[in-house]
Nanobody, 124 residues
Framework: QVQLVESGGGLVQAGGSLRLSCTAS????????MGWFRQAPGKEREFVATISWNSERTDYADSVKGRFTISRVNAENTVYLQMNSLKPEDTAVYYCAAQRGGLIATTSHDYDYWGQGTQVTVSS
């Protein structure tokens, strides 16, 4: 069973930066495409970013393109989400997710394992 643990969330002012981390255990991290999703209060969970197993492919939601960067270090079983120029509308619980196989994906139903989430709050 794969376990994912996110960290790095917190409170930041608009325009600031945060880096989220997600560390995996119990599986073959280096084989998994990974993704980040977020869910704001009263809203559905939405796609943020995804990265292929070898980092060759990435994709982002339009709302975060140019501000967020997803990366991974397979030797550390960790995927990162660098978030710059944060806006109040980025406030949400951020989740990382892993696929057992396949290519990158932007829909939540394609992912097999999920972390517990980390809160990001951006004040105006």
């Amino acid at each position: 069973q794969v376990q994912l643990v996110e960290s790095g969330g917190g409170l930041v002012q608009a325009g600031g930066s945060l880096r989220l981390s997600c560390t995996a255990s119990g599986g073959t991290f280096s084989a998994y495409p990974m993704g980040w999703f977020r869910q704001a209060p009263g809203k559905e969970r939405e796609f943020v970013a995804t990265i292929s197993w070898n980092s060759e492919r990435t994709d982002y939601a339009d709302s975060v393109k140019g501000r967020f960067t997803i990366s991974r270090v397979n030797a550390e079983n960790t995927v990162y989400l660098q978030m710059n120029s944060l806006k109040p509308e980025d406030t949400a619980v951020y989740y990382c997710a892993a696929q057992r196989g396949g290519l990158i994906a932007t829909t939540s139903h394609d992912y097999d394992y999920w972390g517990q989430g980390t809160q990001v709050t951006v004040s105006s």
